[in-house]
Nanobody, 124 residues
Framework: QVQLVESGGGLVQAGNSLRVSCAAS????????MGWFRQAPGKVREFVAA????????YYADDLKGRFTISRDNAKNTVYLRMNSLKPEDTAVYYC?????????????????WGQGTQVTVSS
């Protein structure tokens, strides 16, 4: 079991940066792949990024790579998503997820654990 709690969302102006965090707890918290998804109003939840248990490997949504960076600190059981050059279209609820069915998975239904989400709003 893995429990996930996101934090760090808020209102930010376009062009600025924001880092959201996901605190994980549970037996598998430091040994499982973790990821971020987002869901904008009226849209389906979409994959953002994922990182392996060691923090040594990552994969991203193609259109966000280079602007978003995922990282983790296993000593703190926390995963981060750093978002740079934010745009109004990045406005969404950002969800932390864990334990995909396989490495490289980007499918919502294949991640076993989810947090409650944190709202990120980017103003123009």
């Amino acid at each position: 079991q893995v429990q996930l709690v996101e934090s760090g969302g808020g209102l930010v102006q376009a062009g600025n940066s924001l880092r959201v965090s996901c605190a994980a707890s549970g037996r598998a918290a430091s040994s499982t792949t973790m990821g971020w998804f987002r869901q904008a109003p009226g849209k389906v939840r979409e994959f953002v990024a994922a990182i392996d248990w060691s923090g040594g490997s990552t994969y991203y949504a193609d259109d966000l790579k280079g602007r978003f960076t995922i990282s983790r600190d296993n000593a703190k059981n926390t995963v981060y998503l750093r978002m740079n050059s934010l745009k109004p279209e990045d406005t969404a609820v950002y969800y932390c997820a864990a334990s995909p069915a396989r490495w490289g998975d980007r499918t919502v239904g294949n991640f076993a654990y989810w947090g409650q989400g944190t709202q990120v709003t980017v103003s123009s």
